[in-house]
């Protein structure tokens, strides 16, 4: 399966690039044709040196870099062969239809991956938006949530760039700092610089931690050590209540839907354990990594589901594979009659240091009483227009 998987994702630019009438000199076609076989048999052994027992961070640059690199060059040489087939229908480009096809494809290629080189390794953008929640008491209006989630600090080092993170973080001056999970691909003893500004982020009530997926192949138990001892709040099937003007909020957070599966002892998503103790007169913000968790969350009358994981996506079209296993990609949607989703593109990047057409955000959701104003066309009920 992983020898058709590699296959299919490498044929697609050979032929668009070096064989579809192409009619490239000889050694122009044996060079294409050699890259592509060598990124075939090494790719594997790289992912296995990589992301294995081994975990070199050295073979997990190459690997993910260059598996950015063909899924960019999959999706257009896929897009330029349609088109070659339907220039060719119309008897439009003649002879040099292929070539320029081709030029076309490398061209569009390059350039998307140098824009979504760029877009992975800066400082995300602030994405605002109001959330209006009916229980919600006026002593907490206005109260200011920044979310973060899928640092995925990993095989390139981004301890500055982590550091920039939390410089942004704190100039927004939240009243709530939430992590919503998958904070890194490693332990935290290998990840311990690039993990270390988080300890520096400021709020006023409460920085609150959940494990993601990643996690559960990281050592789960040391992240939420780690984010205890950088002075966070491990939300492990538990919350904590925070107060402001007289009224309050229960803040609560789960495991990962993966953390059963994984075997670690006492990890598993338990909504009920998260609440027990908490005044159900309250409303609640619950942080679950994945947004799958929503119908659980909607069927309990959670107020406000904050999550990460999607990506929006990463690399364009995978939002559309995403979509498969979660209801929602990136956005604030309504599940049932109480429960507002919020799924965040994440601060980061898994594995290709490439974000095409899904820019990576840190939220500022701004908690209001009461319901929303009606929607102006084209804005989402309950969302106030992003600000970059």
């Known amino acids: 399966m992983v020898v058709l998987v590699l296959v299919v ?29 060598a990124w075939l048999v090494s790719f594997p052994f790289l992912m296995f040196a990589g992301h294995g027992p081994r975990q070199s961070d050295r073979a997990a640059r190459v690997a993910d870099t260059s598996l950015g690199v063909v899924w960019v060059l999959f999706t257009w040489s896929v897009l330029g062969g349609l088109a070659n087939l339907v220039l060719g229908g119309l008897d439009v480009g003649g002879t040099d239809r292929a070539r320029a096809v081709a030029a076309a494809v490398a061209a569009v290629s390059a ?69 919503a999970g998958d904070i890194a691909d490693g332990t935290p003893g290998r990840r311990r610089e690039q993990s270390a500004p988080l300890g520096a982020v ?23 050590d780690r984010m205890a001892e950088l002075g966070w709040e491990p939300l492990h099937n538990r919350h904590v209540v925070v107060e402001r003007g007289g009224d309050a909020l229960v803040v609560a957070g789960v495991d990962d839907v993966t953390a059963e599966s994984s075997g670690l002892a006492g990890h598993r998503a338990d909504l009920s354990d998260a609440l027990a103790g908490a005044d159900p007169d309250r409303p609640v913000l619950l942080v679950a990594h994945q947004p799958k968790y929503v119908p659980r969350a909607a069927a309990a009358g959670i107020d406000l589901q904050v999550s990460g994981h999607t990506h929006g996506g990463q690399i364009w079209p995978f939002n559309l594979l995403v979509r498969i296993d979660q209801p929602v990609v990136h956005g604030l ?42 929607a102006t066309p084209g804005t989402a009920p309950g969302t106030a227009p992003a600000a970059g």
């Not at 979504?116 to 209006?132: I, Y």
């Not at 400021?202 to 939420?224: I, M």
């Not at 799924?343 to 057409?357: D, H, L, N, Y």
Request: aromatic share 10%; glycine share 12%; net charge positive.
């Open 9 to 37: 994702l490498c044929f697609p630019p050979w032929w668009t690039l070096f064989a579809s009438g192409t009619d490239w000199p000889l050694p122009v076609l044996l060079a294409g044709t050699v890259v592509c076989a």
């Open 111 to 179: 350039g998307l991956l140098g824009w979504g080189h760029h877009e992975a390794m800066r400082v995300p953008r602030v994405k605002r938006l109001d959330v209006h929640l009916p229980r919600l008491g006026h002593g907490l209006d206005g109260t200011r949530v920044v979310v973060l989630a899928d640092t995925h600090y990993g095989p390139i080092d981004r301890a500055a760039w982590s550091a920039r993170v939390t410089e942004a973080v704190n100039a927004l001056d939240a009243d709530i700092v939430v992590h």
């Open 202 to 224: 400021r709020s006023r009530l409460a920085k609150v931690y959940v494990t993601g997926n990643h996690e559960y192949g990281s050592g789960a138990q040391g992240w939420l």
């Open 333 to 374: 949607s309504r599940h049932g009659e109480r429960t507002w989703l919020y799924t965040s593109r994440g601060t980061g990047f898994w594995g290709p240091p490439f974000r095409v057409f899904a820019p990576s955000e840190i939220t500022l959701l701004t908690l209001r009483p009461g319901t929303a104003p009606a």
